[in-house]
């Protein structure tokens, strides 16, 4: 069994500006084909455009903003799942008053060198 605790993920602001807790990956566990990561965006801030080489995955679990994906734009709220296709551009604004909290789910799992920050 293999049970992770929040409070044991440190927060790190990731290469796009993105506030993340990794919380299980196949870094940490080998056997895993994915990453799992808490995401988070302050209020009036966005993530930098970039690209990743991994599908992605997104689960808003609170706030509100606007997912851009390619040349395609939606807003999001909590309960919705956005599906980002590899080598897709995207960027997600927070637009409400509080963060915009959201699960990230990289397969395969997220690594650095995979993601460009386009500017």
Known sequence: ???????????????????????ISGLSAPQLSFSLAQGFIRPGQSSLMHRLTSAEVYYILAGVGVMYIDDEQA???????????????????????CDLKFLCIVAPPFRAENEEILL
């Open 1 to 23: 069994m293999y049970i992770i605790k929040q409070s044991d993920c440190p927060e790190i602001i990731n290469c796009d500006r993105t506030i993340i807790r990794e919380i």
């Open 75 to 97: 807003d999001v709220h909590p309960g919705q799942t956005i599906y980002i296709p590899s080598n897709s551009r995207q960027q997600i604004a927070n637009t409400g008053a």
